[in-house]
């Protein structure tokens, strides 16, 4: 506890090694851009999300390029905050103890600044669109069906989709989905998870 403790309140954030990570970032971008996999990803948020929504923004390698290590600490100061941070505790350990510990370690850590929205807004719905991104390195078909829901997280129906689809597909071998599919019909299938919010 202590030493996560120490890296999520005190990072070192040395701009040195920022110099290093920043370059291979960008080459590393630079090539996820030349896939076929990126290609179809992109198409289909453009297809299925308005120009206005956040998940339309995309990182480029000039966009990493362009970051100061001020840009880090900035966003570190920003969004790493007590408010927006869950801590799951897993172990042989009595929720009292758990609870001294975290606050011995994590009791003194306070937020500044408002707090930053971190939900994305409610989608409107798709309309009907079939793409086709052509792949001459894969072996099989890839075969995906979406469409938006205008719910968030904090809607009240979001974990009763997300139960849902985890007993139709969350588990892969042991779900519905893929016993029909997969053992009856010899098909190769894996289920998506419900929306970007999950």
Known sequence: MQLLADNELS??????????????????VAGEL??????????????????SDPIQRETTPGSIKALS????????????RPDLTTLVIIGKVTPEHAAAVAMKYFG?????????????????TNAPVVLNVPDASRVQDKVTLSHTLGLTRTNDDYYALELGNHVLGGAFYATRFYRTCARMRGWSISFPRTSRWA
């Open 34 to 51: 030349e896939s076929p996999g990126y290609h179809a990803e992109r198409a289909l948020e453009t297809a299925l999300f308005p120009k």
């Open 108 to 124: 003194d850590w306070n937020a500044t600044g408002p707090k930053p929205n971190t939900l994305f807004p409610p989608a409107p």
């Open 11 to 28: 990072p070192a954030l040395p701009e040195r090694a920022f110099q290093v990570i920043q370059p291979e970032l960008a080459a590393g």
């Open 69 to 80: 290590i001020k840009d880090v600490t900035d966003y570190y100061h920003e969004t790493f």
